[in-house]
């Protein structure tokens, strides 16, 4: 089973700040299959980049992803309010996509 | 619009069962697989369950094998977690999410349901 290990585990920053979330798999995700979720509190996750770099539907282009193979980012350029929240990566390289990384929040400074 | 409504979550004591539902429109349900997704309080996300579009096909975590049975109707476009044998570590929020890209769960979830709590208590 891959294993998902996502740092840093907090990360503070201000309104307008850049995030840079790591997510690093234990071995060689297949196809670069890895998607990113927010979660908001109180809320269900929602998917915003899958194929580790193709941004779902409505997500606006300050969130970015890039990597492949076992390292993974996931970018905020110019964090707005709506953005702090916890973000997990997921592998679907495996099937059924079993595991997610344990989480990164972002919060505000 | 894609909804998933999750219902049947509340208080159960340690050995009890419970049975969750959720909803499906907005999509044809027979063309996608389904799962259910868990999330105990103050932790991250864990993967529970997952089904076929067709149904022939399901998958289930180590920790709930044997406990717990995934299932789906297709005549009111629902699918079900059937939970057996509840112990105080299943005690989490369940998501129901549906599967990218069609009949095999082998992708990224696109959309998700709002959750249903189940709380394993005496």
């Known amino acids: 089973e891959i294993v998902l290990t996502q740092s840093p585990g907090t990360l503070s920053l201000s309104p307008g700040e850049r995030a840079t979330l790591s997510c690093r798999a234990s071995?060689?995700?297949?196809?670069?299959?890895l998607a990113w979720y927010q979660q908001k509190p109180g809320q269900a996750p929602s998917l915003l980049i899958y194929?580790?770099?193709s941004r779902a539907t409505g997500i606006p282009d300050r969130f970015s992803g890039s990597g492949s193979g076992t390292d993974f980012t996931l970018t905020i350029n110019r964090l707005e309010p709506e953005d702090f929240a916890v973000y997990y990566c997921?592998?679907?390289?495996?099937?059924?996509?079993?595991?997610f990384g344990q989480g990164t929040k972002v919060e505000i400074k | 619009e894609v909804q998933l409504l999750e219902s049947g979550g509340g208080l159960v004591q340690p050995g009890g069962s419970l049975r969750l539902s959720c909803a499906a429109s907005?999509?044809?349900?027979?063309?996608?697989?389904m799962s259910w997704v868990r999330q105990a309080p103050g932790k991250g996300l864990e993967w529970v369950s997952a089904?076929?579009?067709?149904?022939?096909?399901?998958y289930y975590a180590d920790s709930v094998k044997g406990r717990f049975t995934i299932s789906r109707d297709y005549s009111n476009s629902t699918l079900y977690l059937q939970m057996n044998s509840l112990r105080a570590e299943d005690t989490a929020v369940y998501y129901c999410?549906?599967?990218?890209?069609?009949?095999?769960?082998?992708?990224?979830?696109?959309?998700w349901g709002q959750g249903t709590l189940v709380t394993v208590s005496s």
């Open positions: 999410a549906k599967y990218y890209g069609g009949n095999s769960p082998k992708y990224y979830f696109d959309q």
């Open positions: 907005g999509f044809t349900f027979s063309s996608y697989a």
């Open positions: 089904i076929s579009g067709h149904g022939v096909s399901t």
């Open positions: 071995q060689s995700v297949s196809n670069s299959y």
């Open positions: 194929g580790a770099s």
């Open positions: 997921q592998q679907y390289g495996t099937s059924p996509p079993r595991t």
